[in-house]
């Protein structure tokens, strides 16, 4: 009778080690659910690399981070997203790189500035149009 009330005492012990574990997990799910919605999806999407990134990949070096994510966000979505990331790559370059200031300051640079040259940046410019 002595040994019946042991592992009942035992059971009870587990089973309570099993409530307060299963009170951790509904805690957790409830602060994850608590948290605000992000303003918008490229913000939500911002906050949760940065999650995964703060807990588990802390210690990588930026280029392997850098690498890491990039090579996730090319391959999220089946590919459908490495359209779009090409269209800002180009429009970065566009505006920064190859900017009509930052083409003329270079021929400058190398005495290849003329008004050949000028008119050239200036149809570039207009997009194909006369300026």
Not at 51 to 61: D, P, R, T
Request: charged share 20%.
């Amino acid at each position: 009778m002595k040994c019946k009330l042991l592992d009942k005492k035992g059971e009870l012990k587990l089973s309570n080690k099993q409530i307060v574990h299963l009170k951790a997990q509904v805690t957790s799910l409830k602060d994850m659910c608590d948290q605000s919605k992000p303003a918008s999806l490229s913000a939500g999407v911002e906050d949760a690399i940065h999650n995964v990134v703060k807990k588990h990949f802390q210690k990588l070096g930026l280029k392997n981070l850098a690498s890491g994510v990039g090579d996730g966000v090319w391959k999220c979505l089946n590919g459908c997203i490495s359209n779009y990331i090409i269209e800002l790559s180009k429009r970065y370059l566009r505006q920064h790189v190859f900017s009509p200031y930052n083409i003329c300051h270079a021929m400058n640079l190398f005495g290849m500035f003329n008004f050949q040259a000028l008119h050239v940046l200036w149809w570039i410019k207009g997009n194909g149009e006369p300026y």
